[in-house]
């Protein structure tokens, strides 16, 4: 740990970073794009009165419409151009790689190297399209459905506000697609994961507001504040700590003879994470426990007497809840991780390239050793993954404590700036090597 504390606090002199302008240039572009992401969440959708969509945010603000107002900045409780943010982008993302496993013709694609990645692109860009007018549609018959305290939500409902509204909606998810990879090509990090980062974090200080109001107001303790903070700085550490883990394989490659020169014979390894599903298990796993929730909540406690009886086991810190919760965690946590590496492919990979692993013969058995190793690490990583989401539930549901202390958001949060970081440094690292090959050269004309 010292180690690497020491190496973050090299990479990140300020000294190095000044004189790195490529570095900076990137920074700065990635900053004024994020700028421009967050004005855009304050435009409002036209013809809509945002007070209604507001006050259905305060009404059902615990299920899945607060979870996606987390993940859109709070675009979606103001109801602007961003409401559908970048969400119909990473569904489309999801599905693709889902059909990319099923189909072998689109598995096939998936290994034509750059050609076969543009491709792949190019239908999660046109399956991003389909989704968001599916759901654009929706959000547009369920604001003409709406009524607020001063009126209807939508001031003049009809096709033309349908027709105007889903085409802004789409327009503004498919801009901020283009937002994100420009930051990806341009910027540093992640451009997708940027923009949900971007969006968590501005609203962390009026979350962290609204749980100090609690405690003036005296539904909070002062000392379960303290200590809510202090757990929360704990479970950031730790997230941290497991998600830099990994198991590593040793690969070796044999020595081989080219006229009177030896090549070959080194010995490399291959990092497999502890949490090869990354913050994919709890999303999926909150969007199908929080929907009969939300459904419950638009009837108003009508229906059936033993739909109503599920639904209030299924509410927030019930036994219920938190059991399949886990369950589901750590259901989608093996399915991902089968989807996003496959033993049998790296194990022929490496038998093309000459690579094996010591005391493993190629081939299928190498394959079974990887899956071996992989499910003892699902193991581990799933188990971790639903405490850090349970946690946080707990105080959720029991203390009022804001949705956005809530373990996936705080996941997010520390991937991503774990991600961001790591490429800084290596900017850092590459600026630092040009700069020695810079003095060698010139050093040498001297000489």
């Known amino acids: 740990m010292a180690s690497a504390a020491e190496q973050l606090a090299s990479s990140l002199n300020l000294g190095v970073l000044a004189k790195a302008t490529e570095l900076k240039k990137r920074i700065w572009f990635t ?27 305060a009404q059902h603000g615990g299920g899945i419409l607060g979870m996606f107002d987390m993940f859109t900045g709070g675009a979606l409780r103001r ?3 961003f409401a559908l943010n970048i969400m119909p982008y990473i569904s489309a993302s999801i599905i693709v790689q889902l059909m990319s496993a099923a189909l072998p013709s689109l598995e096939a694609l998936k290994k034509e190297g750059e050609s076969g990645r543009k491709k792949m692109n190019q239908y999660t860009r046109y399956l991003t399209v389909v989704i968001a007018m599916f759901q654009a549609y929706g959000i547009t018959l369920g604001l003409e459905s709406m009524r607020g305290s001063f009126g209807p939500a939508v001031i003049d409902p009809g096709w033309f506000f349908r027709l105007s509204a889903v085409v802004t909606l789409v327009g503004g998810t498919m801009f901020l697609m283009w937002i994100g990879e420009q930051i990806t090509a341009r910027g540093i990090g992640n451009g997708i994961s940027l923009i949900i980062f971007s969006g968590i974090v501005a609203n962390l200080p009026h979350a962290l507001a609204s749980l100090l109001e609690l405690g003036r107001t005296g539904a909070l303790s002062p000392v379960f504040i303290v200590g809510f903070m202090i757990i929360a700085i704990l479970v950031i550490g730790f997230i941290v700590f497991m998600e830099r883990a990994h198991r590593r394989v040793v690969v070796q490659y044999p020595k081989r003879q080219v006229g009177s020169r030896m090549f070959g014979g080194d010995s490399t390894h291959m990092p497999l994470k502890l949490n090869t599903a990354g913050v994919i298990p709890p999303i999926f796993a909150s969007s199908i426990l929080l929907i009969p929730a939300t459904i419950a909540g638009f009837s108003r406690g009508g229906g059936p007497a033993w739909v109503n009886w599920i639904v209030s086991q299924l509410a927030h810190g019930q036994p219920l809840y938190m059991a399949l919760y886990a369950a589901l965690i750590i259901f989608f946590a093996y399915f991902y991780t089968a989807v996003v ?14 690579g094996f692993i010591p005391g493993i013969r190629p081939g299928n058995a190498t394959a079974e050793y990887f899956d071996y190793i992989l499910t003892r690490l699902t193991t581990i990583g799933a188990i971790y993954v639903a405490a850090v989401c349970l946690l946080p539930e707990i105080l959720i549901s029991h203390y009022g404590v804001p949705f956005y202390f809530g373990g996936t958001s705080l996941m997010i949060i520390v991937s991503v700036t774990m991600d961001t970081i790591t490429q800084i440094q290596s900017h850092l690292l590459a600026h630092q090597y040009e700069g020695l090959i810079r003095k060698a050269r010139v050093r040498g004309r001297v000489r």
Do not use: C, H, W
């Not at 590496?341 to 000459?354: V, W």
């Open 341 to 354: 590496f496959n033993p049998q492919e790296t194990a022929d990979n490496l038998k093309k390239y000459g």
């Open 79 to 81: 109801m602007t151009v």
């Open 31 to 57: 900053l004024g794009a994020l700028i421009v992401y967050r004005v855009g969440t304050y435009i409002p959708l036209p013809g809509v009165d945002t007070s209604v969509m507001g006050e259905l945010m």
